[in-house]
């Protein structure tokens, strides 16, 4: 019975955490709105889903990411943590949160630390691009940047074509960033093996956009945790160019890298 109920106050404590964070007055302005997308479709393994969880939870925790929010214009942004998995499966975990102090950063941490993890099926990006954009519209203009942070572990393959669906976020001044799961990849399928290729060019844009790809399994923490620091920065590539669906050397609808054949006559329409 102590069990349960110290469980129960744990719960309400963290649910507390949360929705005090999360209201955003119009006025109240801020250095970045970050939508953290996580993938968990099935064909993310449960040791890659654990890896994913843990490297989000100790970002957090980080005191070089508190530095880094605390550094900003305003010192303060907006952060939510969506799972995803097919066209319309996208499951917000930690709702949105004000963090502009250590203490809220551990908060954001420990709330999603105590949510389970679920396995779904389909992957689609363009679900949660679609998805994330509608989560920007309670914060009105009080963003600087608005972000959506993609993690996973293959291409799209559920939903609308990728591409309509960054380009239609860039559109909007939507920055799409992408952190590729490369890693355990026992099929070396040509899709996976070419998975950073294909966010480059079909997912992420904006301004100053960027991909990381994690290969090692023990640098995920590491990988995670820079890729957050340089979203709260305004840190980006400024060679970032959104590459036309037609033009790259990767097929946004497979996944798949274009033949040479493919690529040769491309160059030679007018």
């Not at 519209?137 to 293959?154: F, N, T």
Request: proline content about 5%; overall charge negative; charged content about 20%.
């Amino acid at each position: 019975m102590a069990n349960r109920f110290l469980s129960t106050l744990a719960f309400f404590l963290l649910a507390g955490d949360v929705l005090a964070g999360s209201p955003v007055a119009p006025e109240s302005q801020l250095d970045v709105a970050l939508v953290i997308a996580v993938d968990i479709s099935s064909s993310m393994e449960s040791d890659e889903q654990g890896l994913q969880r843990e490297g989000f939870i100790d970002a957090f925790r980080s005191s070089l990411v508190h530095e880094a929010i605390g550094s900003g214009l305003n010192g303060r942004i907006a952060v939510t943590y969506v799972e995803w998995s097919g066209v319309k499966d996208q499951r917000v975990i930690v709702p949105w949160m004000i963090i502009d102090s250590p203490e809220k950063a551990m908060s954001f941490s420990n709330q999603l630390a105590y949510q389970p993890i679920r396995q779904a099926g389909m992957t689609s990006i363009s679900g949660i691009i679609d998805q994330g954009r509608k989560l920007f519209e309670p914060l009105g203009s009080a963003p600087l940047r608005r972000v959506i942070d993609i993690s996973g572990d293959g291409p799209n393959n559920d939903g609308r074509h990728v591409t309509y669906a960054r380009d239609e976020a860039v559109a909007d001044g939507i920055i799409i960033n992408g952190l590729p799961i490369m890693f355990n990849r026992g099929s070396g399928s040509a899709e996976q093996d070419d998975l950073d290729l294909y966010y480059r060019e079909c997912v992420i844009g904006g301004a100053g956009s960027f991909v990381i790809p994690v290969h090692d399994p023990e640098q995920f923490a590491m990988v995670v945790r820079t890729k957050i620091m340089r979203e709260v920065a305004g840190i980006g590539d400024a060679r970032s160019l959104i590459v036309p669906a037609q033009s790259g050397s990767m097929n946004c609808i497979t996944g798949e890298r274009r033949k040479q054949e493919d690529l040769l006559s491309q160059e030679k329409k007018p």
